[in-house]
């Protein structure tokens, strides 16, 4: 028996299939890894958010590119993110967040872009730039040969991830793009986007310069529950058009130890009574327990690709009392054990 999943469209994942494919990926074999098929992206409007996880990342470790889909002029390998976020997560502010994400890309190994901060008074501008080893002109290069919504995504995947080490979120006053009006190729975050001005010196995001004194308050115990999904969900997730299982989702994947809340308290954060909780879900054609059981495997999923960490440490993380009732969970949900999974 399966965990029905949370969906997103399936050309999200057909998009990704050609990146790999040009990349030199096997997309058949891609698939087939995934436990999908072509005839599942031809046939089907959507397909499980976790399936679409669990390809994006298994692109990352084909092509060794942790920054795969996103403008990074290189290939960022694997393991870089997880380290930048730690550096980040002893930063005070998000101002100094984006000065030592700058300092931490001129030293990264593939990292070939920065963001670089600019403010005055009243607004603050991060932008891409290029680190001081590469040249103005390798970099200028480097944008005249991507696309322009990986330029885009890059953007707005820091934008998300800024959100989420402050969390609050950053009201949007411009997007900055090099690029002309006359690419109209659909984008996975063009909806949250209220004003994008084209044909700008660099591509990058505009706030208040207020939003640069907000504190950092995520911590390494989050980041955990954070680093399972990314960066994947930092792409896809629009908050324009989320569902109310999303909603419901997202409060619960930010614990999924034994602590993870229940419904009661669940439908006490979103201000309604647990019999509305659960009639809106249905509406959503999931429940409370399918989500739970959602969020666990997802976090599952993450740290099973954790070296550092044995399956009863993950057992105890994900909130079991006993390992053998995460291996009986895993099999359920997967039909793998834990083992099997880790092998393959």
Not at 19 to 45: H, T
Request: glycine share 4%.
């Amino acid at each position: 028996m399966s965990v029905e999943a949370n969906t997103v469209p399936s050309r999200y994942a057909a998009r990704l299939l050609e990146q790999a494919s040009a990349a030199g990926c096997d997309a058949e074999a891609l698939l087939a890894e995934v436990g999908l098929s072509s005839s599942d992206l031809q046939s089907k409007d959507v397909i499980p958010s976790l399936k679409y996880g669990e390809l994006y990342q298994l692109v990352m470790r084909k092509t060794h590119d942790e920054w795969f889909g996103m403008f990074s002029a290189g290939k960022v390998p694997l393991g870089a993110f997880r380290i930048m976020c730690l550096t980040l997560l002893q930063c005070s502010t998000l101002r100094q967040v984006i000065i030592r994400a700058g300092e931490f890309a001129e030293i990264c190994r593939g990292m070939n872009t920065r963001y670089y901060l600019e403010e005055n008074a009243l607004e603050a501008a991060i932008t891409l730039r290029p680190v001081n080893h590469i040249s103005e002109a390798e970099f200028q290069q480097k944008l005249d040969e991507a696309k322009p919504v990986h330029l885009l995504t890059a953007v707005l995947t820091w934008h998300r991830f800024a959100e989420w080490l402050v969390a609050s979120d950053l009201p949007i006053k411009h997007v900055l793009v090099t690029y002309d009006n006359t690419h109209t190729e659909e984008s996975l975050v063009y909806t949250e986007v209220k004003s994008i001005l084209f044909e700008q010196p660099y591509n990058g995001i505009v706030y208040d310069t207020a939003c640069l004194d907000l504190p950092v308050v995520q911590n390494e115990e989050n980041l955990l529950n954070f680093l399972r999904t990314a960066p994947y969900h930092l792409v896809t997730e629009d908050p324009a058009h989320i569902r109310f299982a999303d909603k419901v989702r997202n409060i619960l994947k930010k614990d999924v130890s034994a602590s993870m809340p229940s419904s009661d308290e669940v439908a006490s954060q979103l201000h309604m009574s647990t019999t509305t909780l659960r009639r809106k879900l249905q509406n959503d054609n999931t429940s409370y327990q399918r989500l739970k059981d959602e969020c666990r495997m997802e976090a599952a999923f993450h740290l099973l690709n954790c070296a550092d960490l044995s399956n009863n440490e993950i057992a105890q993380k994900l909130g079991f009392d006993e390992p053998s009732a995460f291996f009986r969970s895993f099999k359920k949900w997967t039909g793998q054990t834990p083992g099997e999974y880790r092998a393959r």
